[in-house]
């Protein structure tokens, strides 16, 4: 799970559902199968980094002289809206095609004839205000634009506050976050999806944040009226609750249709503090380290409760607000398939099918203890996942004509062969070599035919 992402849910308060609790056992056995030492945050592609004062000031002078040389040209610079190219070196899935993304919103400078006459510069926008920018207390939220793909939906979002934000933490690959407490409807669904959404960008100013909000199809696609017909019916009878080993014979799946609407309601908007407020008798880095487990559990019984809740005071910015949108989302991605490999070894551990689109891959696997699978790109380099889904990787900046897919051990995994797959070790072999001597499965797939 990425940094970010792990951040944001340690804490969140959840409405009881089914859903949830499915999540929940997920993380659960993650959380049992997992190392003791947390795993560095790792980028899937290389960022690039902006250094210096000088070029941004270059850069800054060179656009004001454009503008003034060009004012047909400068009007079609936008102020609000583009965030998908704006943040494409900071988001975890890369650049998202262009051509595809459908425009919401995007306000633009109105500078031709305006200042040709001595006016003011304006601003105009080329969206629907009404349906894509709301605003409530001290916060515009607005909708910039959209992308959807087989696999998800991608949504560009700006944040505007009349009064400066709280100086807000910066994750260790440069990226900011915003988390949404959101109500969602969806045309195939008859009930709405709580959920936090959180949207991955930056601050651009003490007063903006631009980001970009990634919605999973796994995520609102689960039926679970049999499970919930089924509980209600163990309850008035009087007999035991469906336990974990028969439960996923109850949930079943939506269709996701090629185009469907979504009615958006963002009910809350909440901020990581850069610094958190102490606590009283707060200890340090050191002291929660030299703990034992006694010394651990009785050290946070003393916390206040709020500490437990989120968003709270003590790590979080946040406000309250109604902010509805309605949207009719089409899948646009001229690269979405699925290919189709049904390859297992002896054992019934394989692959049934990996999902493609122009930024993100999914791995399909058919596996049946504790296993993990790892993907490689034509040149070696392992691909990365995009969210906190490990299966779903992020694909910018890695050539998939041909890729390697290994499942291994949980453990062999974890403790012997991961370290082969970190930058600059100290090897004599390299991860793919490893992985092919000591996978539990291994095949390729050829994604250019």
């Known amino acids: 799970m990425q940094e970010k992402e792990l951040r944001r849910m340690l804490s969140v308060n959840l409405e009881p559902s089914s859903i949830i609790d499915a999540r929940m056992e997920e993380a659960y056995q993650m959380i049992r199968k997992a190392e003791r030492k947390p795993e560095s945050a790792k980028n899937p592609f290389v960022r690039r980094l902006l250094v210096g004062m000088g070029s941004v000031a270059a850069v800054f002078v ?137 949207a991955e960008g930056k601050f651009t100013d003490a007063h903006t944040f631009e980001g970009i909000i990634r919605i999973d199809y796994s995520e609102i696609n689960v039926d679970d009226r049999k499970y919930q017909e089924a509980v209600k019916n163990a309850d008035e009878e009087g007999r ?11 949930m079943e799946e939506y269709e996701i249709p090629e185009t469907f609407t979504m009615k958006l309601d963002i009910t809350n908007v909440v901020g990581d503090l850069d610094e958190p407020l102490p606590l009283e008798e707060e200890k340090s880095q050191e002291e929660l380290e030299r703990m034992n487990d006694e010394e651990w559990q009785a050290y946070m019984k003393t916390l206040p409760q709020e500490w437990y809740d989120y968003p709270n005071r003590y790590q979080n910015w946040w406000q309250e607000g109604d902010w509805s949108y309605e949207l009719t989302i089409t899948k646009q991605d001229s690269a979405s398939r699925v290919i189709e490999v049904n390859k297992t070894n002896s054992a019934g551990i394989g692959i049934k099918s990996i999902e493609l689109s122009a930024v993100e891959m999914t791995l399909n696997t058919i596996e049946g203890g504790d296993t993990i699978a790892v993907a490689l790109d034509a040149d070696g380099n392992k691909i990365e996942n995009g969210s906190s889904n490990v299966y779903e990787l992020a694909i910018a900046g890695h050539d998939i004509s041909k890729v390697y897919i290994y499942i291994c051990d949980w453990d062999e995994y974890m403790d012997e062969i991961k370290g082969y797959g970190v930058s600059g070790n100290q090897h004599d072999k390299s991860f793919k070599e490893v992985l092919e001597e000591r996978a539990l499965f291994k095949t390729v797939v050829e994604t250019s035919t």
């Open 62 to 198: 060179l656009m004001a002289a454009f503008c003034v040389t060009n004012p047909v040209l400068a009007k079609e610079i936008p102020i609000v809206g583009g965030i998908f190219n704006k943040m494409s070196e900071l988001f975890s899935f890369g650049q998202i095609p262009e051509k595809e993304t459908v425009i919401l919103f995007q306000e633009e400078n109105k500078t031709a004839n305006q200042t040709s006459k001595g006016g003011d510069a304006m601003e105009q926008s080329t969206g629907n205000t009404a349906a894509y920018q709301k605003t409530s207390g001290n916060l515009t939220v607005t909708l910039t634009e959209q992308y959807a793909t087989n696999q998800a939906v991608f949504i560009g979002i700006n944040i505007k506050n009349t009064q400066e934000f709280a100086k807000m933490a910066v994750f260790t690959d440069g990226t900011q976050t915003m988390s949404l407490e959101t109500r969602e409807q969806y045309s195939f669904r008859d009930d709405a999806i709580p959920a936090w959404r959180y």
């Open 240 to 250: 035991p609750i469906i336990d974990d080993s028969t439960y996923s014979q109850y």
